[in-house]
């Protein structure tokens, strides 16, 4: 073993009582991931007792350079994957010095809606499905493609097993065990339509959790495919023809939901979110017409239909919801690039707070 994966692979947690404390944040773009870290002097679990830190804001797009201090405000503490021991990941948000939110900062308006007492009462599930593709480095076109050329059509790619079939999987396995490492709630992963392109879920989560840990789990698969020399693309549509694109579906219950007679309630939300299908939309990611086009398991992006066990519907609602009389439902629309403490919040929103 060289020296470089020894010290890759020292357990800090033998040698020392001082850990690392990687701080993570959402740069400029709303989906750039940028991190860095620092030593604590003892192991820290609740994030109300990490320091504050600060970044240089201009540099990433999120303040001019005459005024360029941002500050972090550690959220949410996940055990670290890679350097292990007693070592941490911090989800942070970033606030100007005098702690206002920066207009990047979504989990801000987030948490506001997740604190109030309705939503509380409520008690949001979240199951969030985050499709992804992964990209060959130097050619940035989908992990198993030949060069410049196309597989064979869809069809046997679908959780499909063999070195034809399925591409990228140790990619897909390390990342699997590193978010159950990191604690997130990761509670499947599968092979997708699309050859080189992959799901995994995060769920049941509650409230701003979800978003939190979706965040930290694109974080974490950013990390391995940078060790893998592979790039992660969150793009709704990244090959286009006749190609599934990659969304990031949303099942959500409430409290209501789940008891007895939910389904009621379950279809009075599904109509406030058609009413508000603009807005969501709007809030679901970038380039999401590319995807939303009638065809492909999507809703044309202009048209807000729901149906039962139907994978072309904005919403759906499973059998065993209808048949049990309770339950969740399924949003369809948010692509994957979408902002999950925005989706998460804006439907809970709508189908808690909002008066149609």
């Known amino acids: ?9 020292l357990n800090l ?22 991190s860095k870290a620092r030593t604590l002097n003892e192991p820290v679990s609740d994030p109300q007792n990490l320091p504050k830190w600060n970044y240089d804001g201009s540099s990433t797009g999120q303040a001019p350079g005459d005024d360029s201090e941002v500050i972090l405000y550690p959220q949410a503490i996940f055990r670290d994957p890679f350097r292990r021991g007693n070592s941490i990941l911090v989800m942070c948000d970033a606030y100007t010095p005098s702690g ?18 309705d939503v509380v009462a409520e008690e949001p599930w979240y199951g969030i499905e985050q499709e992804y593709t992964l990209l ?14 196309y597989p064979g059509p869809q069809g046997p ?7 034809d079939k399925a591409f990228g999987r140790n990619i897909v396995d390390s990342h699997y065990k590193a978010c159950l490492h990191a604690g997130i709630n990761i509670s499947g992963v599968n092979g997708e339509v699309m050859p080189g392109q992959w799901e995994f879920q995060v769920g049941p989560a509650v409230g701003i959790s979800a978003g939190d840990e979706v965040w930290m789990a694109r974080y974490i698969l950013e990390r391995i495919t940078e060790i893998a020399g592979a790039v992660l693309s969150l793009d709704p549509k990244p090959v286009q023809g006749d190609w599934n694109g990659a969304g990031a579906h949303v099942n959500y219950s409430t409290k209501s939901m789940r008891a007895d007679d939910g389904y009621e309630i379950i279809k009075k939300a599904i109509e406030k979110l058609g009413l508000r ?8 990611g970038e380039g999401n017409e590319r995807r ?21 519907a904005s919403v759906r609602v499973g059998r065993q919801t209808e048949k049990a009389g309770k339950g969740y439902f399924e949003d369809r629309r948010p692509a994957s ?3 999950p403490y925005t989706v998460t919040s804006m439907i809970a929103e709508t189908t808690i707070l909002w008066q149609a």
């Open 1 to 9: 073993m060289s020296l470089l994966s020894d010290l890759i692979n």
């Open 13 to 34: 947690s033998d040698t020392t009582e001082k850990i690392i404390a990687e701080y993570i944040w959402i740069g400029g773009s709303g989906l750039d991931i940028r």
């Open 100 to 117: 206002e939110p920066i207009p990047t900062n979504k989990r801000y308006n987030a948490a506001k809606i997740f604190s109030h007492p």
């Open 136 to 149: 060959q480095k130097e050619t940035r076109w989908p992990l198993g493609w030949p060069t410049g050329g």
């Open 157 to 163: 790619y679908y959780c499909g097993v063999g070195a």
């Open 277 to 284: 299908h603009k807005e969501h939309i709007a809030a679901y």
């Open 292 to 312: 939303l086009t009638g065809l492909h398991e999507t809703a044309d992006i202009n048209k807000f239909i729901w149906g039962v066990a139907n994978r072309g």
């Open 337 to 339: 690039n979408m902002d």
